[in-house]
């Protein structure tokens, strides 16, 4: 009769343990931390598999298959890795709400290369279908170098990638370990057993944020170079003539931002009309110095927004247009595009007009300033010749106020931070942004302008994006129902 083999492996815990108390872990290494013998080593692959153990990357990595992945969508978007120790394609959701449900996704061998996102259908048992690539690979990998011995390597900053990449020496003897650069992978060889890479070019040192902030741009993909023709659009922009836009120079609009604003994209004005309040509310009009289907067009397309780290900015639009001729500077003409609101004294709109105009900044108030003006009698706080105005101001938000009690909103208070830096880019504190009545003021200003134009949208029937979100999952669900 012939005897099963025994099972002389550690407690699958403790392997959970080891792995979570050390650096990531070869499959050999663990061999030897446990203590398992060579004709032992296949066994032992098998049995950490059942157990929940895969090999990522080279590395031992524990991936429980999750109790609650039926609440993934059916559909969604993931972000490409390596092959595991089987041959197959693993992937991660780049949601981290379903990151956190099922952490690794297998996807078939023909899947889009390392490093590309894809939008998946889920088939069941941790695996997907691809539906469609949605980004290839970058041509180029952020990297930090490291010095393994006398080897020097490009350590990708993006998990998802494989470990390293082996440098030329001579083009890595000068570089210090810590360096960031940027690595062309050399094509050829296999492309997960000792790759190797050239060096495009070593990044300026800069301090920890600004290192993390290049990371975060990189692992998310976010587009952060613009090309040569897009460049060219931008920086070939005018202020139009008045041609057919409306004249509005001549009134003291104002913006109201915070201290460290750099561009300042909407401007207010209001004043009693005898029954209530007239309203304006200006924002740039970017449309006009985007041509459709151009460069410039496109390249903001697949930006979509601006992104906004701790210590910069990733624009949508060139900084010709974001910081320059699309920012509504001071006593600078600007192409606009405004609304005019009439609300009663209680804060009903009775009537509201768009329209495209040519505008004129009065000032550039601060959140700070205009609340130093309303609540503690600072005259200085806001230039004499504009006291009127933001008493107007501050006496439509008060009817907008009324109104807002009267529905029984929601008065939501998410509290925001700053960070605050020392001059070698190290933080110095972080602090709680204050919620002043002027930022207020102007979040009621915006709210109304924009339900304006979703009322425009729905009753000339044009054509609009609507956010639709996604139904709450069974977790958020049951914590909503406790807590009710």
Same mark, same amino acid.
Not at 16 to 27: C, G, H, Q, T, Y
């Given at each position: 009769?012939?005897?099963?083999?025994?099972?002389?492996?550690?407690?699958? =815990?403790?392997?959970?343990?080891?792995?979570?108390?050390?650096?990531?872990?070869?499959?050999?290494?663990?061999?030897?931390?446990?203590?398992?013998?060579?004709?032992?080593?296949?066994?032992?692959?098998?049995?950490?598999?059942?157990?929940?153990?895969?090999?990522?990357r080279?590395?031992?990595?524990?991936?429980?298959?999750?109790?609650?992945?039926?609440?993934?969508?059916?559909?969604?978007?993931?972000?490409?890795?390596?092959?595991?120790?089987?041959?197959?394609?693993?992937?991660?959701?780049?949601?981290?709400?379903?990151?956190?449900?099922l952490?690794?996704?297998?996807?078939?061998?023909d899947?889009?290369?390392?490093g590309?996102?894809?939008?998946?259908?889920?088939?069941?048992e941790?695996?997907?279908?691809v539906?469609?690539?949605?980004?290839? =690979?970058?041509?180029?990998?952020?990297?930090?170098?490291?010095?393994?011995?006398?080897?020097?390597?490009?350590?990708?900053?993006?998990?998802?990638?494989?470990?390293?990449y082996?440098?030329?020496?001579?083009?890595?003897?000068?570089?210090?370990?810590?360096?960031?650069?940027?690595?062309?992978p050399?094509?050829?060889? /296999?492309?997960?057993?000792?790759?190797?890479?050239?060096?495009?070019?070593?990044?300026?040192?800069?301090?920890?944020?600004?290192?993390?902030?290049?990371?975060?741009?990189?692992?998310?993909?976010?587009?952060?170079?613009?090309?040569?023709?897009?460049?060219?659009?931008?920086?070939?922009?005018?202020?139009?003539?008045?041609?057919?836009?409306?004249?509005?120079?001549?009134i003291?609009?104002?913006?109201?931002?915070?201290?460290?604003?750099?561009?300042?994209?909407?401007?207010?004005?209001?004043?009693?009309?005898g029954?209530?309040?007239?309203?304006?509310?200006?924002?740039?009009?970017?449309?006009?110095?985007?041509?459709?289907?151009?460069? &410039?067009?496109?390249?903001?397309?697949?930006?979509?927004?601006?992104?906004?780290l701790?210590?910069?900015?990733?624009?949508m639009?060139?900084e010709?247009?974001?910081?320059?001729?699309?920012?509504?500077?001071?006593?600078?003409?600007?192409?606009?595009?405004a609304?005019? &609101?009439?609300?009663?004294?209680?804060?009903?709109?009775?009537?509201?007009?768009?329209?495209?105009?040519?505008?004129?900044?009065?000032?550039?108030?601060?959140?700070?300033?205009v609340?130093?003006? &309303?609540?503690?009698?600072?005259?200085?706080a806001?230039?004499?010749?504009?006291?009127?105005?933001?008493k107007?101001?501050?006496?439509?938000?008060?009817?907008?106020?009324?109104?807002?009690?009267?529905?029984?909103?929601l008065?939501?208070?998410?509290?925001?931070?700053?960070?605050?830096?020392?001059?070698?880019?190290?933080?110095?504190?972080?602090?709680?942004? /204050?919620?002043l009545?002027?930022h207020?003021?102007?979040?009621e200003?915006?709210?109304?302008?924009n339900?304006?134009?979703?009322?425009?949208?729905?009753?000339?029937?044009?054509?609009?994006?609507?956010?639709?979100?996604?139904? /709450?999952?069974?977790?958020?669900?049951?914590?909503?129902?406790?807590?009710?």
């Amino acid at each position: 009769m012939t005897r099963a083999p025994k099972n002389d492996f550690p407690d699958a =815990q403790k392997v959970r343990a080891f792995l979570e108390s050390s650096d990531p872990i070869s499959l050999r290494q663990l061999c030897k931390a446990f203590h398992i013998p060579a004709n032992r080593q296949k066994d032992f692959k098998d049995w950490l598999r059942k157990q929940d153990f895969r090999v990522i990357r080279g590395h031992v990595e524990y991936h429980p298959r999750p109790a609650a992945s039926h609440d993934l969508p059916e559909v969604l978007v993931v972000e490409v890795g390596g092959p595991d120790e089987h041959g197959e394609t693993v992937a991660r959701p780049v949601d981290e709400r379903h990151a956190r449900l099922l952490p690794i996704i297998l996807l078939p061998k023909d899947a889009p290369a390392p490093g590309s996102r894809a939008l998946i259908r889920m088939e069941g048992e941790g695996r997907g279908r691809v539906i469609r690539a949605l980004t290839r =690979q970058t041509e180029s990998v952020l990297c930090v170098v490291r010095h393994i011995g006398s080897q020097a390597v490009a350590v990708p900053t993006q998990r998802s990638r494989i470990p390293h990449y082996r440098l030329d020496e001579r083009e890595a003897e000068k570089l210090a370990s810590g360096v960031m650069v940027r690595v062309q992978p050399n094509a050829g060889g /296999p492309r997960f057993q000792d790759p190797t890479a050239r060096i495009l070019e070593v990044l300026p040192q800069r301090g920890e944020i600004q290192k993390l902030g290049d990371i975060a741009i990189a692992e998310q993909g976010i587009p952060h170079v613009f090309s040569a023709a897009a460049l060219e659009i931008a920086e070939n922009g005018e202020v139009p003539k008045l041609g057919q836009r409306e004249d509005l120079r001549e009134i003291p609009l104002v913006t109201i931002d915070g201290e460290d604003a750099r561009d300042f994209d909407d401007a207010v004005f209001a004043e009693p009309d005898g029954k209530g309040w007239h309203i304006l509310v200006a924002i740039a009009d970017v449309a006009h110095y985007v041509p459709a289907a151009s460069a &410039l067009d496109e390249e903001a397309l697949d930006r979509g927004n601006s992104v906004y780290l701790a210590d910069q900015v990733v624009p949508m639009l060139p900084e010709a247009l974001s910081n320059g001729l699309c920012s509504l500077k001071p006593h600078e003409e600007r192409a606009c595009l405004a609304v005019h &609101l009439w609300i009663d004294a209680h804060g009903n709109r009775k009537e509201y007009r768009f329209c495209r105009g040519l505008m004129r900044s009065h000032a550039r108030l601060t959140y700070t300033q205009v609340d130093a003006f &309303l609540h503690h009698e600072d005259a200085g706080a806001v230039p004499p010749a504009l006291h009127k105005q933001v008493k107007h101001l501050h006496g439509a938000f008060k009817s907008f106020m009324e109104a807002r009690h009267k529905r029984g909103t929601l008065e939501l208070e998410i509290p925001e931070f700053r960070v605050v830096f020392e001059g070698d880019g190290k933080v110095k504190d972080i602090l709680r942004r /204050p919620h002043l009545e002027s930022h207020r003021l102007i979040e009621e200003f915006m709210i109304a302008a924009n339900v304006a134009a979703a009322e425009l949208i729905e009753k000339e029937k044009l054509h609009g994006l609507f956010r639709v979100h996604e139904p /709450p999952s069974t977790e958020k669900l049951s914590e909503l129902e406790h807590l009710l």
